[in-house]
T-cell receptor, first 114, second 112 residues
Framework: SAVISQKPSRDICQRGTSLTIQCQVDSQVTMMFWYRQQPGQSLTLIATANQGSEATYESGFVIDKFPISRPNLTFSTLTVSNMSPEDSSIYLC???????????FGPGTRLTVT | RKEVEQDPGPFNVPEGATVAFNCTYSNSASQSFFWYRQDCRKEPKLLMSVYSSGNEDGRFTAQLNRASQYISLLIRDSKLSDSATYLCVVNTAGGGADGLTFGKGTHLIIQP
């Protein structure tokens, strides 16, 4: 499986600011995704990061709040904009094996908004 | 009805015992099924895919019942290190996370 890294691993931010999270994969992958896991909850898909085009967002998530970049097949960023305490969560990127459809997750970014 | 339902537990099981989890899904068009394991404050890690014929990996056995739309995970000879949250995941599309739905997880505690 691919090796996935995320930066930062954690951050504490003030409300109204923005944070950009980076996801790096050690091999080229077609499908890359961003998830959120709020305290005590399961994972919720934010968007699919498409290489060379705009991300595909799930219901309840919008580009202005969560802009995503995917400049190449090994890298993506997720920005959490104009943060509020409700954005406190773990943000995870994942990649999909194109043959098995199995997904592998990065270590996550733990965000706390004060 | 929730798309993927799991008993949240916690399941408190003595070391060495056998424990089974079930998971039900609502979308009959679901095509791929997985069990993930998530340790506290860690990312989910793929435990095993679930195939129509059932599959086994060491102490772990997964089974799929399409007619009843449920998936099971059996853990034999449980170890202390098996303590974790087990996530049932269903993919409705042929691939891609647009069809990926996570259950809320079943919390397992193995007691010495």
């Amino acid at each position: 499986s691919a090796v996935i890294s995320q930066k930062p691993s954690r951050d504490i931010c003030q409300r109204g600011t923005s944070l950009t999270i980076q996801c790096q994969v050690d091999s080229q992958v077609t499908m890359m995704f961003w998830y959120r896991q709020q305290p005590g909850q399961s994972l919720t898909l934010i968007a699919t990061a498409n290489q060379g085009s705009e991300a595909t967002y799930e219901s309840g998530f919008v580009i202005d709040k969560f802009p995503i970049s995917r400049p190449n097949l090994t890298f993506s960023t997720l920005t959490v904009s104009n943060m509020s305490p409700e954005d406190s969560s773990i943000y995870l990127c994942s990649v999909e094996d194109s043959q098995s459809y199995e997904q592998y997750f990065g270590p996550g970014t733990r965000l706390t908004v004060t | 009805r929730k798309e993927v339902e799991q008993d949240p537990g916690p399941f408190n099981v003595p070391e060495g015992a056998t424990v089974a989890f079930n998971c039900t899904y609502s979308n009959s068009a679901s095509q791929s099924f997985f069990w993930y394991r998530q340790d506290c404050r860690k990312e989910p890690k793929l435990l095993m895919s679930v195939y129509s014929s059932g599959n086994e990996d060491g102490r772990f056995t997964a089974q799929l019942n399409r007619a009843s739309q449920y998936i099971s995970l059996l853990i034999r000879d449980s170890k202390l290190s098996d303590s974790a949250t087990y996530l049932c995941v269903v993919n409705t599309a042929g691939g891609g996370a647009d069809g990926l739905t996570f259950g809320k997880g079943t919390h397992l505690i193995i007691q010495p």
